[in-house]
T-cell receptor, first 114, second 109 residues
Framework: DSGVTQTPKHLITATGQRVTLRCSPR?????VYWYQQSLDQGLQFLIH???????AKGNILERFSAQQFPDLHSELNLSSLELGDSALYFC?????????????FGNGTRLTVT | QKEVEQDPGPLSVPEGAIVSLNCTYS??????FMWYRQYSRKGPELLMY????GNKEDGRFTAQVDKSSKYISLFIRDSQPSDSATYLC?????????FGDGTTLTVKP
């Protein structure tokens, strides 16, 4: 068990809808990362937060947004959903911001858009 | 060109074989190197974490880093069916991690 908790485990929704994915990092970790993993692609970095502040953005669509709250949990909001957004969404946490401590992943949220 | 290239696989070996998984990278600024194992429908699990060139051993797993050649490898000795998974290499610079696309390994009993 990595200590990173993601909810829900599965989500099925229709095109055009909006969903929120939630992540609780490991105890003591200040950094939260979001990744998308599709069948035909590897792990795609979406966004990184450190202690409540956005630190880096990757290939995140404008329809997607995230935030990290004072208690360090994070939410990823996906709106105007399209079929192509169906994927596994992983949250990972690490101890620091600029340091190179390894990421610890949750078991993901499987999103299916119909 | 991707910053991290991983041998695509898939790889199928008999139980007990030695497995070699490989990645190359182009960014010499990468400082830390990791290997993750990902079982189906699960999150990636950290296997090895190393900084310097050379070998790091942990049980049946050995991580090898050659910074001069920009090449990293993961060796699995006495492979077991439970090692069947997708293996991802990753490397970091200034807090940003870049992942390979993964190699799927099947170990047949």
């Amino acid at each position: 068990d990595s200590g990173v908790t993601q909810t829900p485990k599965h989500l099925i929704t229709a095109t055009g809808q909006r969903v929120t994915l939630r992540c609780s990092p490991r105890s003591g970790d200040l950094s939260v990362y979001w990744y998308q993993q599709s069948l035909d692609q590897g792990l795609q970095f979406l966004i990184h937060y450190y202690n409540g502040e956005e630190r880096a953005k990757g290939n995140i669509l404008e329809r997607f947004s995230a935030q990290q709250f004072p208690d360090l949990h994070s939410e990823l909001n996906l709106s105007s959903l399209e079929l192509g957004d169906s994927a596994l969404y992983f949250c990972a946490s690490s101890a620091g911001g600029q340091n190179n401590s390894p990421l610890h992943f949750g078991n993901g949220t499987r999103l299916t858009v119909t | 060109q991707k910053e991290v290239e991983q041998d695509p696989g898939p790889l199928s070996v008999p139980e007990g074989a030695i497995v070699s998984l490989n990645c190359t990278y182009s960014n010499s600024a990468f400082q830390y190197f990791m290997w993750y194992r990902q079982y189906s429908r699960k999150g990636p699990e950290l296997l090895m974490y190393t900084y310097s060139s050379g070998n790091k051993e942990d049980g049946r797993f050995t991580a090898q880093v050659d910074k001069s050649s920009k090449y990293i490898s993961l060796f699995i000795r006495d492979s077991q069916p439970s090692d069947s998974a997708t293996y991802l290499c990753a490397m970091t610079n200034a807090g940003k991690s870049t992942f390979g696309d993964g190699t799927t390994l099947t170990v047949k009993p």
